[in-house]
């Protein structure tokens, strides 16, 4: 007997979403540890590093989104709080230039919105 889960094409592009980012988040993970070395400061490096730790955290917490009781809304958080809180981080780490930091909160005020909508909605 097989049970399989059967999921809406909205569910199946929260999965998709999910593997792509991971993938995302591997490649730059990658980068990191490769090209940032010895010629990049130990600030930019630590904070390369906690991009990437919320990037692939996230992209694993996507995989759960069919799962909750209000899946379109905690995967929209999730997905605009990677963009606003890594991406940001990315850039500032990569190109030393703190431009869209400002940002950086707003993302994290998403991704802290799309945990809670787990535990309330």
């Known amino acids: 007997m097989s049970s399989r889960l059967t999921l809406s094409s909205t569910m199946k592009n929260f999965i998709r979403c999910a593997g792509l980012s991971g993938t995302l988040a591997i490649c730059l993970g990658v980068y990191g540890a490769h090209i940032m070395k010895d010629n990049t400061p130990d600030e930019l490096r630590r904070l390369f590093q906690l991009a ?11 995989l759960a989104v069919p799962l909750v009781s209000r899946p379109k809304i905690t ?7 990677m963009s606003l809180f890594c991406g940001p981080i990315y850039y500032h780490a990569i190109r030393n230039d703190p431009q869209f ?13 799309g945990w809670l909508s787990i535990a309330i909605l």
Request: charge should be positive; proline fraction near 3%; avoid cysteine.
């Open 52 to 62: 990437q730790t919320y990037h692939i955290l996230h992209s694993a917490a996507l």
């Open 75 to 81: 995967g929209l958080l999730f997905l605009g709080g």
């Open 101 to 113: 930091r400002r940002v950086t909160p707003y993302g994290g005020f998403l991704l802290l919105a």
